[in-house]
């Protein structure tokens, strides 16, 4: 199975695999109607740990990396009387952020 890089394509996706229909949100919990039921149900938790043991490292270490030259640009702002640091840190990070996140 092709991984989304949302948590909700992956439940999609977990969804269509095993015969689950009609997946919706409802305070911040995924239902869906599994196979011949006519109730929803929450789907599984094994199925949330799934995903974030399926999440690319490279995706987790970019994020330590960001939060890493952010608080190294908030130092050197600070040490530098300058909010230039913090400004290329904020740039930098919105374009990997943007880089992460899943198109429309």
């Not at 490279?58 to 890493?68: A, D, K, M, P």
């Not at 030259?69 to 740039?91: E, K």
Request: hydrophobic share 45%.
């Amino acid at each position: 199975m092709h991984m989304p890089k949302s948590m909700t394509g992956y439940v999609t996706g977990w969804c269509q695999e095993h015969g689950w229909t009609d997946l919706f949100i409802d305070h911040y919990q995924y239902w869906a109607f599994p196979p011949g039921a006519v109730m929803p149900l929450p789907i599984p938790p094994n199925v949330f740990q799934d995903f974030q043991s399926d999440t690319p490292q490279s995706f987790r270490y970019l994020y330590g990396v960001i939060l890493l030259a952010s608080g190294i640009a908030a130092l050197g702002s600070y040490l530098q009387q300058s909010p230039m640091p913090l400004v290329i840190a904020f740039c930098i990070s919105a374009m990997a952020v943007g880089l992460l996140d899943e198109p429309a």
